[in-house]
């Protein structure tokens, strides 16, 4: 897999999880103008990234997502439930592609559906813009009178070809494309992008207006725009000119204006034969025909009349038109622009939002009676204005102004298409400046390079372990104490270095717990909906760190906790009201760091456990036998709940209770060296207590000597160490035990323990050394020969043919270069 | 060197980037009677055209592409 991709992939998933976590922090506060513009920050450059490569469905969910967010983000569309909901699938089919891609490096052609119903879902949100139009590039009426007229600079040539594509089938665009004047400062080339352009038959750069004189010229604005003829379909070139929809103007051609015949010069007549054929050009420009002469007022004004009637009884028989093609919101649209245009030269205000609104009110409702409406009673009024001597010539004039085209694209942007202008502009919005958000001042460093440090350094305590030896040898054997010294002085100076260092690789391998808790807000809340249960959850201590790992393997016994006190803990409203309860339930996770530990406790409010009826059922599937029955404490019984194959649930959800999970959780807790605890109140609540070391890394262990050789004890293992005196030993039956603070504690030899053929060696006092030890929820007393010191190693497991030998939990260099096998107490006993 | 200047001709080769743009415009106010040779040039980005179209230089030799010499022929031909 390439970096970039790999790149990609880790980004993606930090963008989604980020995208969750706006979406549930929303929930909370649904008119933060702050999140949403974060949330559409995320989503968009989450597209964005997804179309460097060739994932479409990915991108185009995205696309659908983004235009959601950019309408709720413009208050076009509020926040619901519905949305984040749809929302948040969107984003689990994002990670599931992710999967694939991380799997595969390409997304499974049977995701296509599903991106496209999800889509399609998404954009049903969307009120005003119909799903056809997956790239809104905004169409302008307006921009075929200043496109159309080139058609006659089309070569002959070019014109064949299009003649015959379009006998063929192919539909014909005229494409205008008048990039922005600073596009160069964005890395574009308009003209590359042009010649590019797919089903390119014939293209032409045109100044935007004359340019200036070359010592005026500034080579880094763009001046120019193209036009193009091509036989692609809109879908392709809306694709095509996806990130500049608002420099463009994509118009469909009539073939009849390809036929040599019909070249003409563009006349009034052409242009309403093109609108009578559904044809999205607007004869926007009609109501002054070219060829009035502005002499004769009077006959001026009659022409007009004339053409203005034209033009409306145009119109009219337009919306009267019955047939129901899927291009008839636009002819709608193109009828509006030329209403619109004609009302804004008679100078009516008025008339012009009256049209707009009709305009919306037919879109929305596909029929076509209230512009027709419009068109019947405003038709007077408006060929009056329009006719009459007041209104000049020059005011008329103003119109074919639009003939330049960049101001004509302009005005039919505002006039036309309101709906699909809007979409875009939404999309368009700040691009360049989100994408540079800040970026976080760490590093993402390969877990292997940190391990690899971790392991230098770990050979390097040992190494450093040898100089009290070499000092110690240079005193006692070559009988030099000035050496020994210098070599001890230098030994600490070492030692605190590498103290200093392992503490700071140690700090490198942290992460905040908040790595796993941040995916709660998202599981309570859904679970909490499925199961019809309101949970409030309190997040504490987020902050606190632990090594990588422990955190890692930490997630999931988490969940299944959470899972489990949101199913079987919470009781639903109603229950809660029952009991004089607040109906929302709070499930409250707290994280926090104790010594060498971080504790994490998972507490709710709900119903509690009952410890009758967990002894009953521990009874029952033969956990416990009848003696324990009546001797276990309530604590203790609560805790059986960890016990394999134990279930409380009388009905198996498909969230708990099939009797794994409290197990699984123990023993994923004890893998890392942790413990944990329940406390529960029947009817108050229960609280689950994890506590684990900081850091596995580096293991505290007791050394001790039997029989002439060092064991080590791990410190988590040991309660305390006592001499006994010899005459205080008990046998009872074949054991050995002894009476501690009032306690009865069992006794072993170590030596036998691990078949050693020795008797414990007592000290010259007659008292044998023991070593209290806590396994398997029982305190035993192992009988060594004597106590060495505590020190802090890297635990090796064995590896090879050893890693069978399950009295041993690994082994660790010591400094002298002697090899110290650290015991597994709970297997030795 | 995707210009490549001679004493009185400018020779574009392969893909001409938008940084010459500069460079041709100053060689072009300077030399109005220059031409220019676009016979080994496959693209010249939109601010060399527009230099060219500004311009107006007699064009010596048109691009072996024929796409491109389409495009630079509409747009350089003193008939439009």
Known sequence: MNPLLEQFLSESRDFSQGISEKLMQMEGAPSDQGLINELFRLVHTLKGNSGLFTFPEMTRVLHAGEDLLGLVRNGRIAYSQELADRLLDAIDLVMEMCADIEATERIDASRAGDSARMAESLRALIPEVPSEAPAPVAIHPGATPAGLPLLSEVPEAARKEALRQCRGGEALHWVCYAPVQDCFFQGDDPFFCARQTPGLLWGAAKPLQALPLLAELDTYRCLLQFHLLTSASREELSEYFRYVPDQVSIVPVNPQLLEPSVSAPPGNVQHHSAAADGFKGGAANSPDSPQAPAEDQDEASRERAAALDRILAAQEQILKLDDRPEWSGGRLQSVAAVLVNLARAAGDEVAISEIEAALAECLSSGQNALLLLWLETGREHLVARLSSPSASPAQVKHKPAAGPPNSSGEAAATEGAPAQSAASDGIKFGRRAEDNAPSPRSLKVDQAKIDRLMNLIGELVVSKNALPYLAQRAESQFGVRELSREIKGEYSVINRIVDEMQDAIMQVRMMAVSYIFQRFPRLVRDISRKLGKEVQLVLEGEQTEADKNIIESLADPLIHIVRNSLDHGLETPEVRRACGKRETGTLTIRAAQEADRVVIEIIDDGKGIDPAVIKQKAYEKGIIDEAALGRIDDREAVNLIFAAGLSTAAVVSDLSGRGVGMDVVRSAVEKINGTVVIDSELGRGTSIRISLPLSMAVTQVMVVESDGQLFGVPMDNVVETVRIAKGQLRTIKQTLAAVLRGRIVPLKSLNTLLGIPAAPRANSEHELAVLLVHAGGEVLGLLVDGFKETIGLIQKPLGGFLSGLTAYSGSALMGDGSVLMILNVREII | ?80
């Open chain 2, 1 to 80: 060197m995707p210009i490549e200047f001679k004493k009185n001709r400018a020779v574009f080769h392969d893909v001409v980037v938008v940084e010459e743009a500069e460079g041709l415009l100053d060689w072009l106010q300077n030399k109005p009677a220059a031409k220019v040779d676009l016979f080994a040039c496959r693209h010249v980005h939109t601010a060399n055209l527009q230099v060219l179209m500004a311009a107006r230089p007699e064009i010596a030799r048109w691009p072996e592409d024929m796409e491109l010499r389409a495009w630079l022929e509409s747009a350089l031909k003193p008939a439009s």
